[in-house]
Structure formats: structure tokens, C-alpha cells
């Protein structure tokens, strides 16, 4: 064994010979202290953990407080001991210097508890002997009360594996906790004469009405409407109609004396008439949104058809294509008016009219189940934003593919509490070649009940906040500011990953959902529930502070999921309510010994002695007060308007590059 092999054998419990004798005795030296019998022996497997599972060629131990256990027998069916020997490593992984396990003790060594022929011994180490981060081999040496084994069990490697590893907080970060991405929607209303989609985006049922046709006119005509998704020519013109728009915008303010660079900047913007400026880039044929604003461009195309008495003869076409807009201002006066207000926008562009028609008149008709609001009238206007008459007309002999047309409704809000706002839409269309002849066709409606996915809210509830409007059918990210806070994002990364239902985990698209002022709950002394109550059933007088190293800082009991959530443990009404915080995964962060800055998250194993089992419904760890405290700030957005039960994710950067808990998740900085 070389250097390891040379180390002394203390002495065991119960032997006769001095401390000095067995201390300057080898293992081949021992038939001259003790004679007689058959000698014990360690088992050829030693072990490490929790939880006593490997990682390549070594256990991998989740918990400062390490356990080492081995098998021994004993052929005279003694009860055996085992002293067990711990070597930190040399590069090549051999044993470098004995690590003394006993303080004051003489061998630095640990002695288990008697146990009978063919068990396992064991033994704690004390928290503080061994470092995370570190490769450590360790041996075993059996004693029966009277012989002890010659020979060393085999070494075994083993190393404090953190779930996840991170430097100390940065000083400064560019995260922005309540950036948002716009998503796209799967509407699950769009009209008799659209598709609709499923969550995945394939087609979950086909169109069921093509064409749509209006009464008879006196003449016995009728005016008919089909509707068609985008194609790719429907996408071919909307690039078209960008380009044109964008070179006319240019070479007007080239015009009005603007600088090359300053004329680009102006082409670049959306039209001035457009409701929600993003839209406008995005591509013809998905829809979109945000927690404020939807853009619908997967409205498609819309050809009126002109038939003669008998409908056997077409006289004339009219092609149209739409697209809608939505936006919801979270504030009242941030629209300008002094109410909550959301507007909706239609976008018209013809494509070809036919000059038998004489003309086109399009009418847009927005409904709502609103019970306290006012709508205006509708506002049209061209792309440059220009009032635009009464309504959408084209003249059959002066139009052009470029001359759009937006309608806006304009939706005040003045009710109290909060009240959800179905929309449904259509257009009329009507002929100068006739005087009665109309034809309607149907949009849709803000969804079907059970998902009301672009229908929106209003409500005066949100604290601090003057009453406002949101689509609450958005959900929210709340990103972890892991650079400022990477312990309490290890430790929600972790929690994300292994609980049964990864509460706020895009990756398993499962959502929070919040514990608002609003909720009915009451507390036991009447009151609103609050995520007070729920933090006092999961940090309960059963969490007491695990020692960790002195860098880590003081320490707080940090419940996951959130109390302000439906998820935590501690709410009444949810899937994840436990009878105490006992029941939680048990989790604390400590210093690696690895000679980095490093810190990782570990297993408290003093309640649950294999560590997490990954069933718990919930989780409590010992995180940095100042991050516990403040990895949260802010939430949720104002502007967000969160009423009890909204949904939303949270987002870790720097650990959502991991997928798996069974190695170690290394922090990466973001920005």
C-alpha cells in the first residue's frame, strides 16, 4: 500500500494491548498482541453516503454529514467492529494524508458500534472533517474484541457531491427579473371558416364552413364571403406590402429633410397606425402575444363574391387580407384616458377589387360581454395614422395594395373588483353594385370559456396600482436574478427538477399560480390568507439552521414553493399541503472544499437520512438570508395586474443549461 500502508492500526475496544503497543504494531505485526480463534474481516465493498450511489467510480455523498459503512464477518460469530481510515488524494488519485476524523482522539481514525457477523458497520462522520468538492478514499479494518483483521479492506473513493454548484453573489447584474418573450397562441375560437390548433400547433379540427352568403337583394343577387388561412402567398404579399411601406416611409422623410440615417430609423418603425408596434415584424400565419398585448396574424384572407339571381354567374371578386390587434393598458391614464381601457384594432389591406363592384365598404364588429364598459365609436385611419372616414371603403377604380386601412375600438372600464371580457368578432361587407346585398363573415371570438386565452381583464384590486386591464390569459416569467442570487436559483433549479409536479418549470410547461389579494381564504383568525400563513406550516419550529461554513453568512429557511403561491406547501387548498415543513425536502448551502470561491446546494440529512427522495411536495433549505430575501423583490410586476390564481413560470439563467440532478449543476454567468 506504500505511504497508506505504513500508517499504525489504533487499537479497538476490548483489546488487551496498550494504545502504544497496537500504535506501534503494522498489520502483520498483530499475531504477537493477540493469539487464538479466527480473525475477522472487512467486507470487499466499502461504502460512502448518503445515498450511496456512484458517480463513475466513486460515491457520490450528497450531505456534509457523510456516513462509511462496510460489511464484516467474523468465522467465530463474534460481534465485530471496524475502524475506519479516511486519505484526501493525490492528482493521480492515490492517498495522499490521512485525514483525522477524531479531534483529540490519538489515531485519527473512527470506530463503529459492534454489530454481529455478517452486518454492516458504520459510522458519522462529524460535520466539518470532510470538505464538497474534494476526492477522498477510505479503508476499514475489522476488530472482534480480541483479533483484529491483518490486512485493509480495499479503498474505496467517495467525494461531497453538491446538486448544485455557484460562486458567491455578484455585485452587479443585467438580468432583468420581469422581461418578457412574446409567445405565441393557439386560438381555440377562430371562426367557423379557420382551423383550430391543439397545444402543440397541429391542426385540432378542420374548418367547418367555407362561405358564407347574405339575403337576396331585390334583384335577387347575394354578396358571399369565404375566408382562408394565410398561404404562401397571402405571406408573400404582407412582405411585399413591409417592403413598400417601409421605402415610402424612407423617401418621406428624405423628404421632410431627415438624415439617411435618421430616414432608416423612420422606414424601420412600425406604421404609425398600428396598435402594437412589435407586430409588425412578426411573421403572417402564427398569432402572438403578451401579458398586454396580442397580435392576431393568423387571420388570413377574406374574397367577396358577387353572384348573380341564380348563382350561376360570379360578377365580380374582392380579396381582402386581415390582421387584428389587441393591447390592454395596466394602468388607468396610460392610454390617455382616465379609466382601465383596452383597445382592439382590425388591419385591412386590399389585394383586388373588381371594378363591377363599383366599390367595397367593410364593416368591422367588435362585441363584448363587458358589464361596465363604454365603447367608442370606431376610429379609422390609413398607415400613416390620418383619419380615414366614417369606415373602410375602397373605390373599385382607385385603390391601391397599399392602401391599408385600421379600425380601432376604443373600450373603457369603470366597474369595481375585477371582471373578465369575452370578445367576438366579424366584418360586414357591403357593394356599391347593390343596395341591399351584404355578407358577413365570422372571426371568432377571445376563446372558449374553459381558456379565454385573448379575453381581457380589468379590475381596481391590485394593490398600489390605479385600476387597470391585462390578458390574463398570458402567464408571466418571473426570472431568478441567479447572478445576484445563485444560491436561491440552485436551490429552486433543483427543487424545479425533482418535484412530482416542477412547479414553474417551462421546460415541464407547469406553472404557479399565484396567492393573490383577492383569494377567498381565510385564516384562523379570519383574515385573508396570506403567504404569511403558508411560509408558518412549511418553516415551522421543525427547521433548526444545519452548521455550515462561516463564509456561507446567517442563513434562512427558504420555502419552496413560493409562499405567495397556490404550490406551497402550506396552502390549504392546494396538491402540495403537508402536515408540517418535516415533510419537505431538506436542503442547506455550504462552502466547497475544492480550493474555489464555491458554494453548492447539499442534502440535510438530520430529518431524511438518504436526502430528498424526489416524491416531496415541497422544499426548505438554509440559503443566505440576503438572497431569501430578496430573490423575490418586485414580484410580480405591477404591470403584470396578478390576481389569485394567474399562472406563471419561473425562470433560473445560469442553471437551465442542467437537465438532470444526478451530477452536479455548475452556475454559468449570464450577460
Not at 389585394?351 to 358589464?371: E, F, M, P, Y
Not at 402536515?579 to 425536502?585: D, E, L
Request: proline share 7%; aromatic share 8%; charged share 20%.
Amino acid at each position: 500500500m506504500g505511504t497508506a500502508a505504513a500508517a499504525p492500526t489504533p487499537p479497538a475496544p476490548g483489546l488487551g494491548a496498550s494504545p502504544a503497543a497496537v500504535a506501534a504494531a503494522g498489520p502483520q505485526d498483530l499475531t504477537a498482541i493477540a493469539a487464538g480463534g479466527e480473525r475477522p474481516v472487512s467486507g470487499r465493498t466499502p461504502s460512502a453516503g448518503p445515498k450511496f450511489s456512484k458517480s463513475g467510480t466513486a460515491w457520490r455523498v450528497i450531505t456534509p454529514d457523510v456516513v462509511l459503512r462496510n460489511t464484516v464477518t467474523d468465522a467465530d460469530g463474534d460481534t465485530v467492529n471496524l475502524t475506519f481510515q479516511v486519505y484526501t488524494t493525490n492528482a493521480d488519485g492515490t492517498p495522499k494524508a490521512q485525514v483525522d476524523l477524531d479531534g483529540p482522539g490519538e489515531h485519527g481514525v473512527l470506530v463503529s458500534p459492534y454489530v454481529a457477523s455478517g452486518g454492516l458497520a458504520k459510522v458519522p462522520v462529524p460535520y466539518g472533517k470532510l470538505k464538497p468538492g474534494v476526492l477522498y478514499k477510505f479503508r476499514t479494518s475489522a476488530f472482534d474484541g480480541s483479533l483484529y483483521e491483518t490486512t485493509w479492506s480495499p479503498w474505496a473513493d467517495f467525494r461531497i457531491d453538491p446538486y448544485v454548484k455557484f460562486p458567491a453573489a455578484q455585485t452587479s447584474s443585467t438580468i432583468d427579473p420581469t422581461a418578457q418573450q412574446i409567445t405565441e397562441v393557439n386560438r381555440t375560437d377562430p371562426g367557423p371558416a379557420l382551423p383550430t390548433f391543439d397545444a402543440t400547433g397541429a391542426v385540432k379540427s378542420q374548418p367547418t364552413q367555407k362561405r358564407t352568403c347574405g339575403k337576396q337583394d331585390t334583384e335577387g343577387r347575394k354578396l358571399c364571403v369565404e375566408l382562408s388561412p394565410p398561404t404562401a402567398q397571402t405571406k408573400a404579399r404582407a412582405e411585399q406590402r413591409a417592403e413598400a411601406l417601409r421605402e415610402a416611409a424612407e423617401a418621406k422623410a428624405r423628404k421632410a429633410g431627415k438624415s439617411p440615417a435618421e430616414a432608416a430609423a423612420v422606414a424601420a418603425a412600425a406604421p404609425a397606425a398600428d396598435l402594437v408596434d412589435w407586430c409588425n415584424d412578426k411573421p403572417v400565419g402564427e398569432d402572438y402575444r403578451n401579458r398586454t398585448e396580442a397580435c392576431l396574424k393568423n387571420i388570413g384572407s377574406g374574397t367577396l363574391i358577387f353572384v348573380d339571381a341564380d348563382q350561376s354567374a360570379e360578377i365580380g371578386f374582392a380579396t381582402f387580407d386581415f390582421e387584428m390587434r389587441i393591447k390592454a393598458y395596466p394602468n388607468k391614464g396610460a392610454s390617455g384616458s382616465d379609466f382601465a381601457e383596452f383597445d382592439q384594432q382590425i388591419r385591412i389591406f386590399p389585394v383586388r377589387i373588381d371594378a363591377a363592384l363599383d366599390g367595397v365598404t367593410l364593416k368591422w364588429n367588435a362585441q363584448s360581454t363587458c358589464s361596465s364598459c363604454v365603447t367608442s365609436v370606431i376610429r379609422w385611419a390609413d398607415n400613416d395614422d390620418n383619419h380615414a372616414g366614417d369606415s373602410a371603403y375602397w373605390d373599385a377604380d382607385a385603390w391601391s395594395a397599399y392602401d391599408g386601412r385600421w379600425g380601432t375600438y376604443q373600450t373603457t372600464w369603470s366597474g369595481t373588483g375585477k371582471e373578465t371580457i369575452d370578445l367576438g368578432w366579424s366584418v360586414t361587407a357591403t357593394v356599391d353594385a347593390s343596395d341591399t346585398a351584404t355578407a358577413t363573415a365570422d372571426f371568432g371570438t377571445s376563446g372558449i370559456p374553459g381558456v379565454r386565452e385573448l379575453a381581457p381583464r380589468c379590475d381596481d384590486i391590485v394593490k398600489g396600482s390605479a385600476p387597470g386591464c391585462v390578458l390574463p390569459g398570458f402567464a408571466p416569467t418571473w426570472t431568478v436574478d441567479t447572478n445576484l442570487y445563485p444560491a436561491a436559483g440552485g436551490y429552486y433549479w433543483y427543487m424545479q427538477q425533482v418535484m412530482p409536479d416542477h412547479a414553474g418549470s417551462k421546460r415541464w410547461d407547469s406553472l404557479m399560480h399565484y396567492l393573490g389579494p383577492d383569494t377567498p381564504l381565510k385564516n384562523s383568525a379570519g383574515g385573508t390568507w396570506t403567504s404569511d400563513n403558508s411560509r408558518a406550516r412549511v418553516c415551522d419550529s421543525t427547521w433548526s439552521v444545519h452548521p455550515s461554513d462561516a463564509s456561507v453568512g446567517s442563513v434562512d429557511c427558504d420555502e419552496f414553493a413560493m409562499a405567495s403561491t397556490h404550490e406551497s406547501g402550506g396552502y390549504p387548498n392546494g396538491d402540495n399541503l403537508v402536515t408540517s415543513g418535516s415533510k419537505c425536502a431538506q436542503l442547506l448551502t455550504d462552502k466547497m472544499g475544492d480550493g474555489s470561491a464555491n458554494f453548492g446546494l447539499l442534502a440535510d440529512t438530520r430529518t431524511a437520512t438518504n436526502g430528498p427522495s424526489g416524491t416531496e411536495r415541497c422544499g426548505r433549505a438554509a440559503i443566505p438570508s440576503v438572497q431569501n430575501q430578496r430573490a423575490f423583490t418586485g414580484f410580480p410586476a405591477p404591470s403584470w395586474r396578478m390576481l389569485d390564481g394567474d399562472g406563471f413560470f419561473v425562470t433560473l439563467p445560469g442553471f437551465e443549461h442542467c437537465t438532470s440532478t444526478a451530477s452536479t449543476c455548475t452556475w454559468r454567468k449570464i450577460g
